[in-house]
């Protein structure tokens, strides 16, 4: 056991050779990992971001960029029986694709895996920005019409994160795979 | 303190005197203590690197300590599940339960007025409180770019014309960058977008 030992104590005085109580120090601290144990938090929640389309405030000391009119994806998800895979440039519909809509439960969740593997297939044939040190990501636009469920919403924008790409951060640093897409949800 | 002085009181207790067998020297048990000569059967238990241990695990459990508790998850809300999810971030949350539009705890709306009209609107009071805290954050942060970013907590069974429209009204307050609350499907997961 843990002590204090100078070596002397033989006096009339008073010891000054001591024992350190560590038993309940021990016992402290076991109290305090079991507390925190039971009161820690193992949280399962996440996030999955899809950014809104909407003017943004004006900015009229930032001088304005021409953009270049890219592809977009757009998944429309208004039907019960299919989604439809839109490439467009601008208001340019470039290409159509319809894929059935065939909803996979995993326990309670519904998930789309023939969607994800399309539109896996559809950004390996016309995705614009693959190269790692490209820093912007292709653009993915989800239509739904109103009655949807939020869970569908959900799982469709699982969908379009799927495909996935090396990224290598511009401050230098490993490289990672991040998802292909940029998920836009139109609310119109 | 005296045999004398203590028979005063009659005690049922006597003081104890000498010990049986006290004065026999048990060699034998001292010599196979010790170990005379072989491994002693006494030890010493090393308690020091068991109490660093265990101050690890002290500070590795405080520092992922959260004296808030659970995030604020109502209990009728059914979050849905995704695979390819982001870490939570510190933002505004605004939380669709029943048909009350809370933002971080706080009423902000009602959800009937969309549902009724059935068509998409803008949430007044949501759209106030979030740029309310929009403008908060700027006087907080001067000079700093704003992220815009809000968190949707939302049930899996609430219509998208509902969440359309709280979308769009916070979009319209300042926060275009909305994530979706979600719960984690199967393991870890890859990233649900940005970086």
């Not at chain 1, 969607?115 to 993915?140: C, P, Y």
């Not at chain 2, 954050?137 to 609430?158: C, H, R, S, Y």
Request: net charge neutral; aromatic share 6%; proline share 7%.
């Amino acid at each position: 056991m843990a002590g204090i030992d100078t070596g002397g104590g033989h006096g009339k005085g008073r010891a000054t050779n001591h024992e350190i109580p560590l038993i309940p120090f021990i016992d402290f601290l076991l109290c305090l990992v079991a507390f925190l144990l039971v009161t820690a938090v193992w949280s399962q929640m996440a996030r999955i971001n899809a950014d809104a389309r909407v003017p943004g405030p004006p900015k009229p000391d930032e001088e304005v960029e021409k953009q270049q009119k890219e592809k977009q994806l757009h998944v429309e998800m208004r039907g019960e029986r299919k989604f439809q895979l839109v490439w467009k440039e601008g208001s340019t519909v470039v290409n159509t694709i319809d894929v059935e809509r065939k909803p996979v439960k995993v326990g309670e969740e519904t998930r789309y895996p023939d969607l994800a593997k399309k539109i896996s297939e559809e950004w390996t044939a016309n995705g614009s920005h693959r190269a790692g040190t490209d820093q912007k990501l292709d653009q993915a636009v989800l239509h739904t019409d109103n009655s949807t469920q939020f869970q569908d919403v959900i799982a469709v924008i699982d969908a379009i994160y799927t495909p996935q790409r090396d990224w290598n951060p511009p401050g230098g640093g490993a490289p990672k795979k991040i998802p292909s897409f940029n998920v836009t949800f139109a609310v119109n | 303190m005296s045999e004398k002085a203590l028979s005063r009181f009659e005690q049922p207790i006597s003081v104890p005197g000498r010990r049986l067998l006290h004065h026999i020297p048990l060699h034998f048990v001292v010599k196979k203590v010790v170990g005379g000569g072989h491994r002693a059967s006494n030890h010493e238990i090393p308690l020091i690197p068991f109490i660093d241990f265990l101050l690890c695990i002290v500070l590795f459990l405080l520092a992922s300590f959260s004296a808030s508790g659970e995030l604020p998850i109502d209990k009728n809300v059914q979050l849905p599940k995704a695979e390819n999810v982001l870490d939570m971030t510190e933002a505004p949350m605004v939380a669709i339960t029943g048909t009350q539009i809370l933002v971080d705890g706080v009423p902000a709306g009602n959800t009937r007025a969309i549902e009724e009209a059935n068509r998409l609107q803008r949430i007044d009071e949501l759209f106030n409180i979030l740029k309310n805290k929009r403008e908060l954050w700027k006087q907080i942060n001067p000079g700093k770019e704003f992220p815009g970013v809000a968190i949707l907590q939302v049930d899996k069974k609430v219509p998208a014309l509902v969440v359309k429209s709280v979308f769009q009204t916070a979009a319209f307050a300042g926060f275009p960058n909305i994530s979706f609350m979600v719960g984690r499907l199967g393991g870890p997961g890859g990233e649900g977008g940005g970086h």
